[in-house]
């Protein structure tokens, strides 16, 4: 799924517009896209779990909205009436954990069963560390078993809440935002530019916390090849699949920053559009960093079958070498972060706001 913007970005730079109208027009926007994607996407929620939904466009189109409201809700949060922007976040960030569930777990499904696939592959020029091997058949099917029913259950937990009250409410929300949004006393009366130094603080925050990261530790390319192909380079040992609870906290504690990261640049990212001035390579660093989460809970989700009572070693051995690569992955997003970032960074320590708006 594709994080790009369903709206034109709303140029903040003429001095004719008013802070407030700049907001407006963006949320305003943003809730049509909700209000047109919602009944679409509710729609396809009543198909059964796995299946193709109805209309997958939609279901993008709403979280994309949700995301965007959201984050300008958070990052130019002195501009609105601040409990109502406080219940909107709090409801938008519940929706979207809501609806982003069932199609993350389908996700997962995909990347670990096509890794495991990858990696038992008997080709003959050049065949998987895992080809032949007794327990890959059995770690398959414990796999697409326990994500199947852990979809299974996010899909029964969305027809529920479907059909809650505080879904209608939310939608009633929404309407009005896209007739009028509550903004904060004196908000209409400024200058767009107003919005500027905001926006350059959200774009601190994301330079200050990828300044934190280790990204030293992630300047080797990545060479996971050599995991799934035994002719080019050897595999790691079975010591690579750390299987135990202690470590899978000390890997969620090494996650985390870049997980910070993830978060902050969305929110520069989002407002940026606010300020019709986008970045093209933040767009692409989200990308890399949605692989990295991705990764990153699919390497949790492989040793957490791992651990699951009575199976046999073998099956945890294999489910040990698929965790091992999906880290492998974590580690080729970071390499790819690290290359692009110290590119973009300069860049964005300097960034002043739009360009002028063009006439015509």
Request: include cysteine.
């Amino acid at each position: 799924m594709t994080d790009a913007p369903t709206t034109a970005p709303v140029a903040p730079a003429a001095s004719s517009t008013s802070a407030g109208e700049v907001l407006a027009g963006y949320l305003t926007a943003q809730a049509g896209v909700f209000l047109r994607a919602l009944p679409q996407a509710v729609g396809e929620a009543g198909s059964r779990p796995g299946a193709l939904p109805a209309s997958a466009a939609a279901a993008d189109d709403l979280l994309r909205a949700v995301r965007r409201v959201g984050g300008a809700l958070h990052t130019f949060a002195a501009a609105f009436e601040p409990a109502w922007a406080r219940e909107s976040r709090a409801e938008l960030r519940w929706l979207l954990n809501l609806l982003a569930s069932e199609p993350a777990y389908q996700r997962r499904s995909a990347r670990l069963l096509a890794a495991l696939d990858s990696l038992a592959d008997p080709g003959p020029d050049a065949p998987g560390m895992l080809a032949g091997h007794a327990g890959a058949p059995k770690a398959r099917a414990l796999l697409d078993r326990q994500l199947t029913l852990a979809r299974t259950r996010a899909h029964t937990t969305v027809l529920q809440e479907l059909r809650s009250a505080r879904l209608h409410a939310l939608a009633d929300r929404m309407t009005l935002l896209a007739g009028e949004v509550p903004l904060a006393e004196g908000c209409a009366g400024e200058s767009a530019e107003a919005l500027l130094p905001q926006a350059a603080a959200a774009l601190g925050a994301l330079a200050e916390a990828a300044e934190l990261l280790p990204l030293q530790r992630s300047a080797v390319p990545y060479g996971g090849e050599g995991l799934h192909r035994l002719g080019s380079g050897g595999a790691p040992g079975a010591g690579a699949a750390r299987t135990g609870a202690d470590s899978e906290a000390v890997l969620a504690a090494d996650d985390e920053p870049w997980l910070r990261v993830r978060i902050l640049l969305k929110r520069a990212r989002y407002a940026l559009e606010v300020c019709g001035s986008p970045v093209a390579g933040l767009d692409e660093l989200d990308r890399v960093l949605g692989r990295h989460r991705e990764a990153s809970d699919a390497a949790v989700t492989a040793a957490t079958a791992a651990r699951t009572p009575r199976i046999t070693p073998a099956t945890a051995y294999v489910l040990g070498v698929v965790h091992a690569d999906q880290r492998l992955e974590v580690e080729a997003a970071r390499y790819a972060f690290g290359l692009q970032w110290p590119v973009l960074a300069p860049g964005l320590g300097h960034w002043e706001g739009p360009p002028a708006p063009r006439k015509g």
